[in-house]
C-alpha cells in the first residue's frame, strides 16, 4: 500500500530500539525489532486482507471479462470501470509484499529493484483509480446535464485515449517514488550487536538493519513533503471535483422529475442514469471512506514529528493499521458494488459463467435505443 511515510517510524521520531514494540526478544542487545505490532494484530490484519486477495482478484478479473468479452457491456461507462479493474488488480498483485513487510520489514531480501517498484505500482494505481473515478462522473455530468454537448464529445474511442492519458499521468506522478524509496541501512544499530547475538545463539541475521524504506535523501531533500502534499491533493481534489459534480446531477433529474409531457425515450433513459449515478455515488462513498482513515493517519503522523507526542505516536500507529485493511477493501469491494446495484452486471457474469443464454436479453439496450444522437453518446448513458 502507499505508506512510504510511515515505514520508518523510529527513523522519524529519532527514537531507539527498546522505545518500539520489540516482539523478538532482543531489546535487551538493542537489536532492532523485526516488526513495529504485536503478533495479534498483525494476525488479524493477515487474515483480513488473505479473506479480501481472492475476493478482489476473482472479482476484477471477473469485471475485466465481462467488458472485454460481451459488446453489449463495452459502454464508455464500462470502460472507465475496467479501467479501475485493472488498477485494483495491479494493488493486490503487491499485497503478499506488503505483508511479508509487515511480518518482517528488516532485512528486506529482495533488493532495491523490487522494493521500489512494488511501491510504485501500488501508488500509481491509486492514482489512476481516484482519476478514473473522476473522468468517469465528469461524462455523467455532460451525459445528463449537457445531452447535446455528450453527443459531440463522449465516444469511446475518446474515453480509450482519456484513459490512456490518465494512466499516463497516473504513472509520472507515481515517479518520484523511485527516488524515495530504497534498502536503507540503519546506521543507528549499536556496535558489537552481532558478536552479542552470537555469544547467546541468536541469528547473525537480525542483526542486518536492511529495510525498504524512505531514503535519507528523500527526506533531506523536502522530496519526501511534496509527495506527501501531491498524493493529498491527488484525494482531496477529486472529492471536492465529484461532491460538486455528484449535486449538480441530483438537481438537474430532481428538475426533471418535475418536468411533464416527457418521451417515453427520454423517461427510459433518465431511469438508466438514475441506476447508474446510484451505483456510482456508492462507488466513490466507499472509496472515501476506505482512504479517509490513511490520510488522517498521515496527518497525525506528521503533526507528531512536529511537536512529539505518545498520543499522537500510538494514533498514528493504529490509524496506519486500519488503511491496511480499508486499503484492500477499497480495491476488492467495487465488483460486489456491481454486483448487487445492477441487474445488467449480475447477467453479464451468469453468461460468463454459463449460467444464462450467450446472447443479451432483448429489449431497449444502448445499441438499441434509436434517435438519441450519435452511437457513441447513446451508448455512453446505459451501464451496468
Not at 511479508?100 to 501500488?122: D, E, I, N, T
Not at 541501512?185 to 542483526?207: H, K, L, Q, W, Y
Amino acid at each position: 500500500m502507499p505508506s512510504w511515510p510511515n515505514l520508518s517510524e523510529c527513523f522519524s521520531h529519532n527514537c531507539s530500539w527498546e522505545e518500539t514494540h520489540n516482539a523478538t526478544g532482543f531489546a535487551d542487545f538493542g537489536v532492532p525489532p523485526l516488526n513495529y505490532y504485536s503478533i495479534p494484530l498483525l494476525t488479524g490484519i493477515t487474515i483480513a486482507c488473505t479473506m479480501l486477495f481472492p475476493v478482489g482478484v476473482a472479482g476484477n478479473v471477473m469485471t475485466i471479462l465481462v467488458v472485454s468479452k460481451y459488446r453489449d457491456m463495452r459502454t464508455t461507462t464500462n470502460l472507465y470501470l475496467c479501467s479501475m479493474a485493472v488498477s485494483d488488480l495491479l494493488i493486490f498483485l503487491c499485497m503478499p509484499l506488503d505483508l511479508y513487510r509487515m511480518w518482517r520489514y528488516r532485512p528486506w531480501r529482495f533488493g532495491a529493484v523490487l522494493c521500489k517498484l512494488f511501491q510504485f505500482v501500488s501508488e500509481s494505481s491509486t492514482y489512476s483509480t481516484i482519476l478514473s473515478i473522476t473522468a468517469l462522473s465528469v461524462e455523467r455530468y455532460l451525459a445528463i446535464c449537457f445531452p447535446l454537448r455528450a453527443k459531440a464529445l463522449v465516444t469511446k474511442r475518446r474515453v480509450r485515449a482519456l484513459i490512456l492519458i490518465l494512466w499516463t499521468v497516473s504513472l509520472v506522478s507515481a515517479g518520484p517514488v523511485f527516488i524515495m524509496v530504497g534498502v536503507e541501512r540503519d546506521g543507528a544499530s549499536p556496535g558489537g550487536v552481532i558478536s552479542a547475538m552470537n555469544e547467546t545463539d541468536f541469528s547473525p541475521e537480525a542483526g542486518d538493519t536492511r529495510e525498504c524504506t524512505m531514503t535519507h535523501y528523500a527526506v533531506e531533500s523536502g522530496l519526501m513533503g511534496a509527495m506527501v502534499w501531491l498524493n493529498s491533493v491527488f484525494f482531496f481534489m477529486p472529492v471536492f471535483c465529484l461532491t460538486v459534480l455528484y449535486s449538480l446531477i441530483g438537481r438537474r433529474l430532481w428538475q426533471r422529475d418535475r418536468e411533464t409531457g416527457i418521451s417515453s425515450r427520454v423517461a427510459h433513459r433518465d431511469k438508466s442514469n438514475r441506476q447508474t449515478i446510484k451505483m456510482l455515488v456508492v462507488v466513490v462513498l466507499a472509496f472515501v471512506l476506505c482512504w479517509l482513515p490513511f490520510h488522517v493517519g498521515r496527518y497525525v503522523h506528521f503533526r507528531s514529528l512536529d511537536a512529539p507526542s505518545p498520543l499522537l505516536s500510538v494514533l498514528s500507529e493504529y490509524c496506519n493499521l486500519v488503511s491496511v485493511v480499508l486499503f484492500y477493501l477499497s480495491a476488492a469491494i467495487n465488483p460486489i458494488l456491481y454486483n448487487t446495484m445492477s441487474w445488467k452486471y449480475r447477467g453479464a457474469a451468469a453468461r460468463l459463467f454459463g449460467l444464462a443464454d450467450s446472447q443479451p436479453p432483448r429489449g431497449r439496450t444502448a445499441s438499441s435505443v434509436k434517435g438519441d444522437g450519435s452511437n457513441g453518446w447513446t451508448e455512453s448513458t446505459v451501464s451496468f
